[in-house]
């Protein structure tokens, strides 16, 4: 049996057995792969007389089971249409229920060659006492179990961001992907926006349009980093304060788990501290981009781009995070919650994720632009743009009447003379 396999652990529980094809974990769509590239290559037992064995194993074993040799209990053909039927393209996907047994987790660790003194102190504290499920266990050593980008960034960073990053990624296998993703999408849509008004202009303003880019990156990975869902096991602080805060949920619509059940207050609470929060970050990034902006503006003329002051830059950053940002986000994720329950095909969750979150950038930055007083053309710039499109004007009244000559009377025209034949009377 290959190292790694996570079907193994489903063959103590007969509930799932007739739970025939539809065995998918809802949670993510990376530890999907993962289980369907396990369940696949799980070799088949190699004895045949024991029906008994065989059907226990539903992957081998003979023909001599009470049920004329089906082993069909994960694949293969169902013994009536009814079970057989998938719910389709768009049907609705059957979860797995998350299993907290110790003895179970254990046994997947084996599987891996791992033991609980080689998980990170929080991850070994948290299985000692049951918080951590079978499906998490096997997610983190999907990622973090071997030596992967994902293990490689745990290792690098601090321990707090390290066990913050490594509950981000058990809730969410494709939380690392997901924030490349939205990187690639903003520094893309941030170059072409700072191309297409700096135009030839952009040899000089390389540096303004540098750090407007680093600017909108720096927000969207604190806005992704903040609302992704998380798991946090029991960590105890000196402040009530830090405990209340840990106890709610990182986004409005993330589900809840073990030990961690979200009602509606901590949800509406949960909102307002992520917007006070990325309000914060707003501020202190919007200041900073500010001043470098302000540093490289210094000297030059006629700027193609007009280049906000410090204040208007920290607050305007902070507005596109705290309220624009966070609202945005909120609703890509309970739509995403939405889509893993609902889809019952992978590639329509990946790809209706990529869209929302690209036209969700796209659509976000008019506030920014807006708030920031980019929009507005600069003084020197509006000249050659009206030299461009001058129209010829009318002539005034006082003109016309120049050019006609109103007030002075015409000369007198000479009156042609007729010469008329004058017939005398006889």
Same mark, same amino acid.
């Given at each position: 049996?290959?190292?790694?396999?996570?079907? %193994?652990?489903f063959?103590?529980?007969?509930?799932?057995?007739?739970?025939?094809?539809?065995? *998918?974990?809802?949670?993510?769509?990376?530890?999907?792969?993962? *289980?369907?590239?396990?369940? =696949? %290559?799980?070799?088949?037992?190699?004895?045949?007389?024991?029906g008994?064995?065989?059907?226990?194993?539903?992957?081998?074993?003979?023909?001599?089971?009470?049920?004329?040799?089906?082993?069909d209990?994960?694949?293969?053909?169902?013994?009536?249409?009814?079970?057989?039927?998938?719910?389709?393209?768009?049907?609705?996907?059957?979860?797995?229920? +998350?299993?907290?047994?110790?003895?179970?987790?254990?046994?997947?660790?084996?599987?891996?060659y791992?033991?609980?003194?080689?998980?990170?102190?929080g991850?070994?504290?948290?299985?000692?006492?049951?918080?951590?499920s079978?499906?998490?266990?096997?997610?983190?050593?999907?990622?973090?179990?071997?030596?992967?980008?994902?293990?490689?960034?745990?290792?690098?960073?601090?321990?707090?961001?390290?066990r913050?990053?490594?509950?981000?990624?058990?809730?969410?296998?494709?939380?690392?992907?997901?924030?490349?993703l +939205?990187?690639?999408?903003?520094?893309a849509?941030?170059t072409?926006? +700072?191309?297409?008004?700096?135009?030839?202009?952009?040899? +000089?303003?390389?540096?303004?349009?540098?750090?407007? *880019?680093?600017?909108?990156?720096?927000?969207?990975?604190?806005?992704?980093?903040?609302?992704?869902?998380?798991?946090?096991?029991?960590?105890? =602080?000196? =402040?009530?304060?830090?405990?209340?805060?840990?106890?709610?949920?990182?986004?409005?619509?993330?589900?809840?788990?073990?030990?961690?059940?979200?009602?509606?207050?901590?949800?509406?609470?949960?909102?307002?501290?992520?917007?006070?929060?990325?309000?914060?970050v707003?501020?202190?990034?919007?200041?900073?981009?500010?001043?470098?902006?302000?540093?490289?503006?210094?000297?030059?003329?006629?700027?193609?781009v007009?280049?906000?002051? &410090?204040?208007t830059?920290?607050?305007?950053?902070?507005?596109v995070?705290?309220?624009?940002?966070?609202?945005?986000y909120?609703? &890509?994720?309970?739509?995403?919650?939405?889509?893993?329950?609902?889809?019952?095909?992978?590639?329509?969750?990946?790809? %209706?994720?990529? *869209?929302?979150?690209?036209?969700?950038?796209?659509?976000?930055?008019?506030?920014?632009?807006?708030?920031?007083?980019?929009?507005?053309?600069?003084?020197?710039?509006?000249e050659?743009?009206?030299?461009?499109?001058?129209?010829?004007?009318?002539?005034?009244?006082?003109?016309?009447?120049?050019?006609?000559?109103?007030?002075?009377?015409?000369?007198?025209?000479?009156?042609?003379?007729v010469?008329?034949?004058?017939?005398?009377?006889?």
């Amino acid at each position: 049996m290959r190292v790694g396999c996570v079907s %193994c652990y489903f063959k103590s529980y007969d509930s799932l057995k007739a739970k025939k094809k539809n065995l *998918i974990v809802a949670d993510s769509v990376h530890a999907m792969f993962t *289980i369907a590239s396990c369940l =696949f %290559c799980h070799q088949t037992e190699d004895g045949g007389g024991g029906g008994d064995i065989g059907k226990g194993i539903s992957h081998g074993g003979g023909d001599g089971g009470d049920d004329g040799g089906d082993d069909d209990d994960y694949f293969g053909d169902a013994d009536d249409d009814d079970e057989g039927d998938d719910g389709g393209f768009f049907g609705r996907r059957i979860a797995l229920p +998350e299993i907290f047994d110790r003895k179970i987790v254990e046994a997947i660790m084996q599987e891996w060659y791992k033991t609980i003194a080689d998980l990170p102190a929080g991850l070994r504290q948290a299985v000692e006492l049951g918080f951590i499920s079978t499906a998490q266990m096997v997610r983190f050593l999907s990622n973090l179990g071997r030596p992967t980008l994902a293990r490689n960034i745990s290792r690098a960073i601090p321990p707090s961001a390290s066990r913050a990053f490594v509950g981000r990624m058990i809730a969410d296998p494709g939380f690392l992907y997901k924030m490349f993703l +939205e990187q690639v999408y903003t520094i893309a849509y941030g170059t072409w926006w +700072e191309m297409k008004h700096r135009k030839e202009r952009l040899k +000089e303003e390389w540096g303004l349009a540098l750090v407007n *880019i680093l600017s909108m990156s720096i927000c969207n990975a604190a806005i992704v980093w903040s609302l992704a869902p998380c798991r946090s096991y029991g960590s105890t =602080f000196k =402040f009530n304060l830090q405990n209340t805060i840990q106890k709610l949920p990182s986004n409005v619509f993330e589900r809840n788990y073990a030990f961690r059940e979200f009602d509606m207050p901590k949800r509406v609470q949960s909102f307002f501290y992520k917007a006070g929060e990325l309000c914060l970050v707003g501020l202190l990034t919007g200041a900073v981009s500010g001043s470098f902006m302000k540093l490289l503006a210094s000297g030059k003329e006629n700027l193609s781009v007009p280049s906000p002051t &410090v204040r208007t830059s920290a607050l305007s950053y902070g507005a596109v995070l705290g309220l624009s940002g966070n609202l945005r986000y909120q609703f &890509v994720y309970g739509a995403e919650r939405v889509m893993q329950q609902q889809f019952n095909h992978v590639g329509v969750v990946v790809f %209706c994720s990529a *869209i929302m979150r690209a036209l969700n950038i796209y659509v976000g930055d008019f506030s920014r632009v807006s708030w920031l007083g980019l929009d507005v053309i600069p003084e020197q710039n509006k000249e050659s743009i009206q030299q461009a499109y001058r129209r010829p004007s009318l002539p005034s009244l006082d003109q016309l009447g120049g050019m006609l000559n109103f007030n002075q009377s015409p000369k007198a025209r000479s009156k042609r003379k007729v010469k008329r034949k004058v017939v005398m009377a006889a």
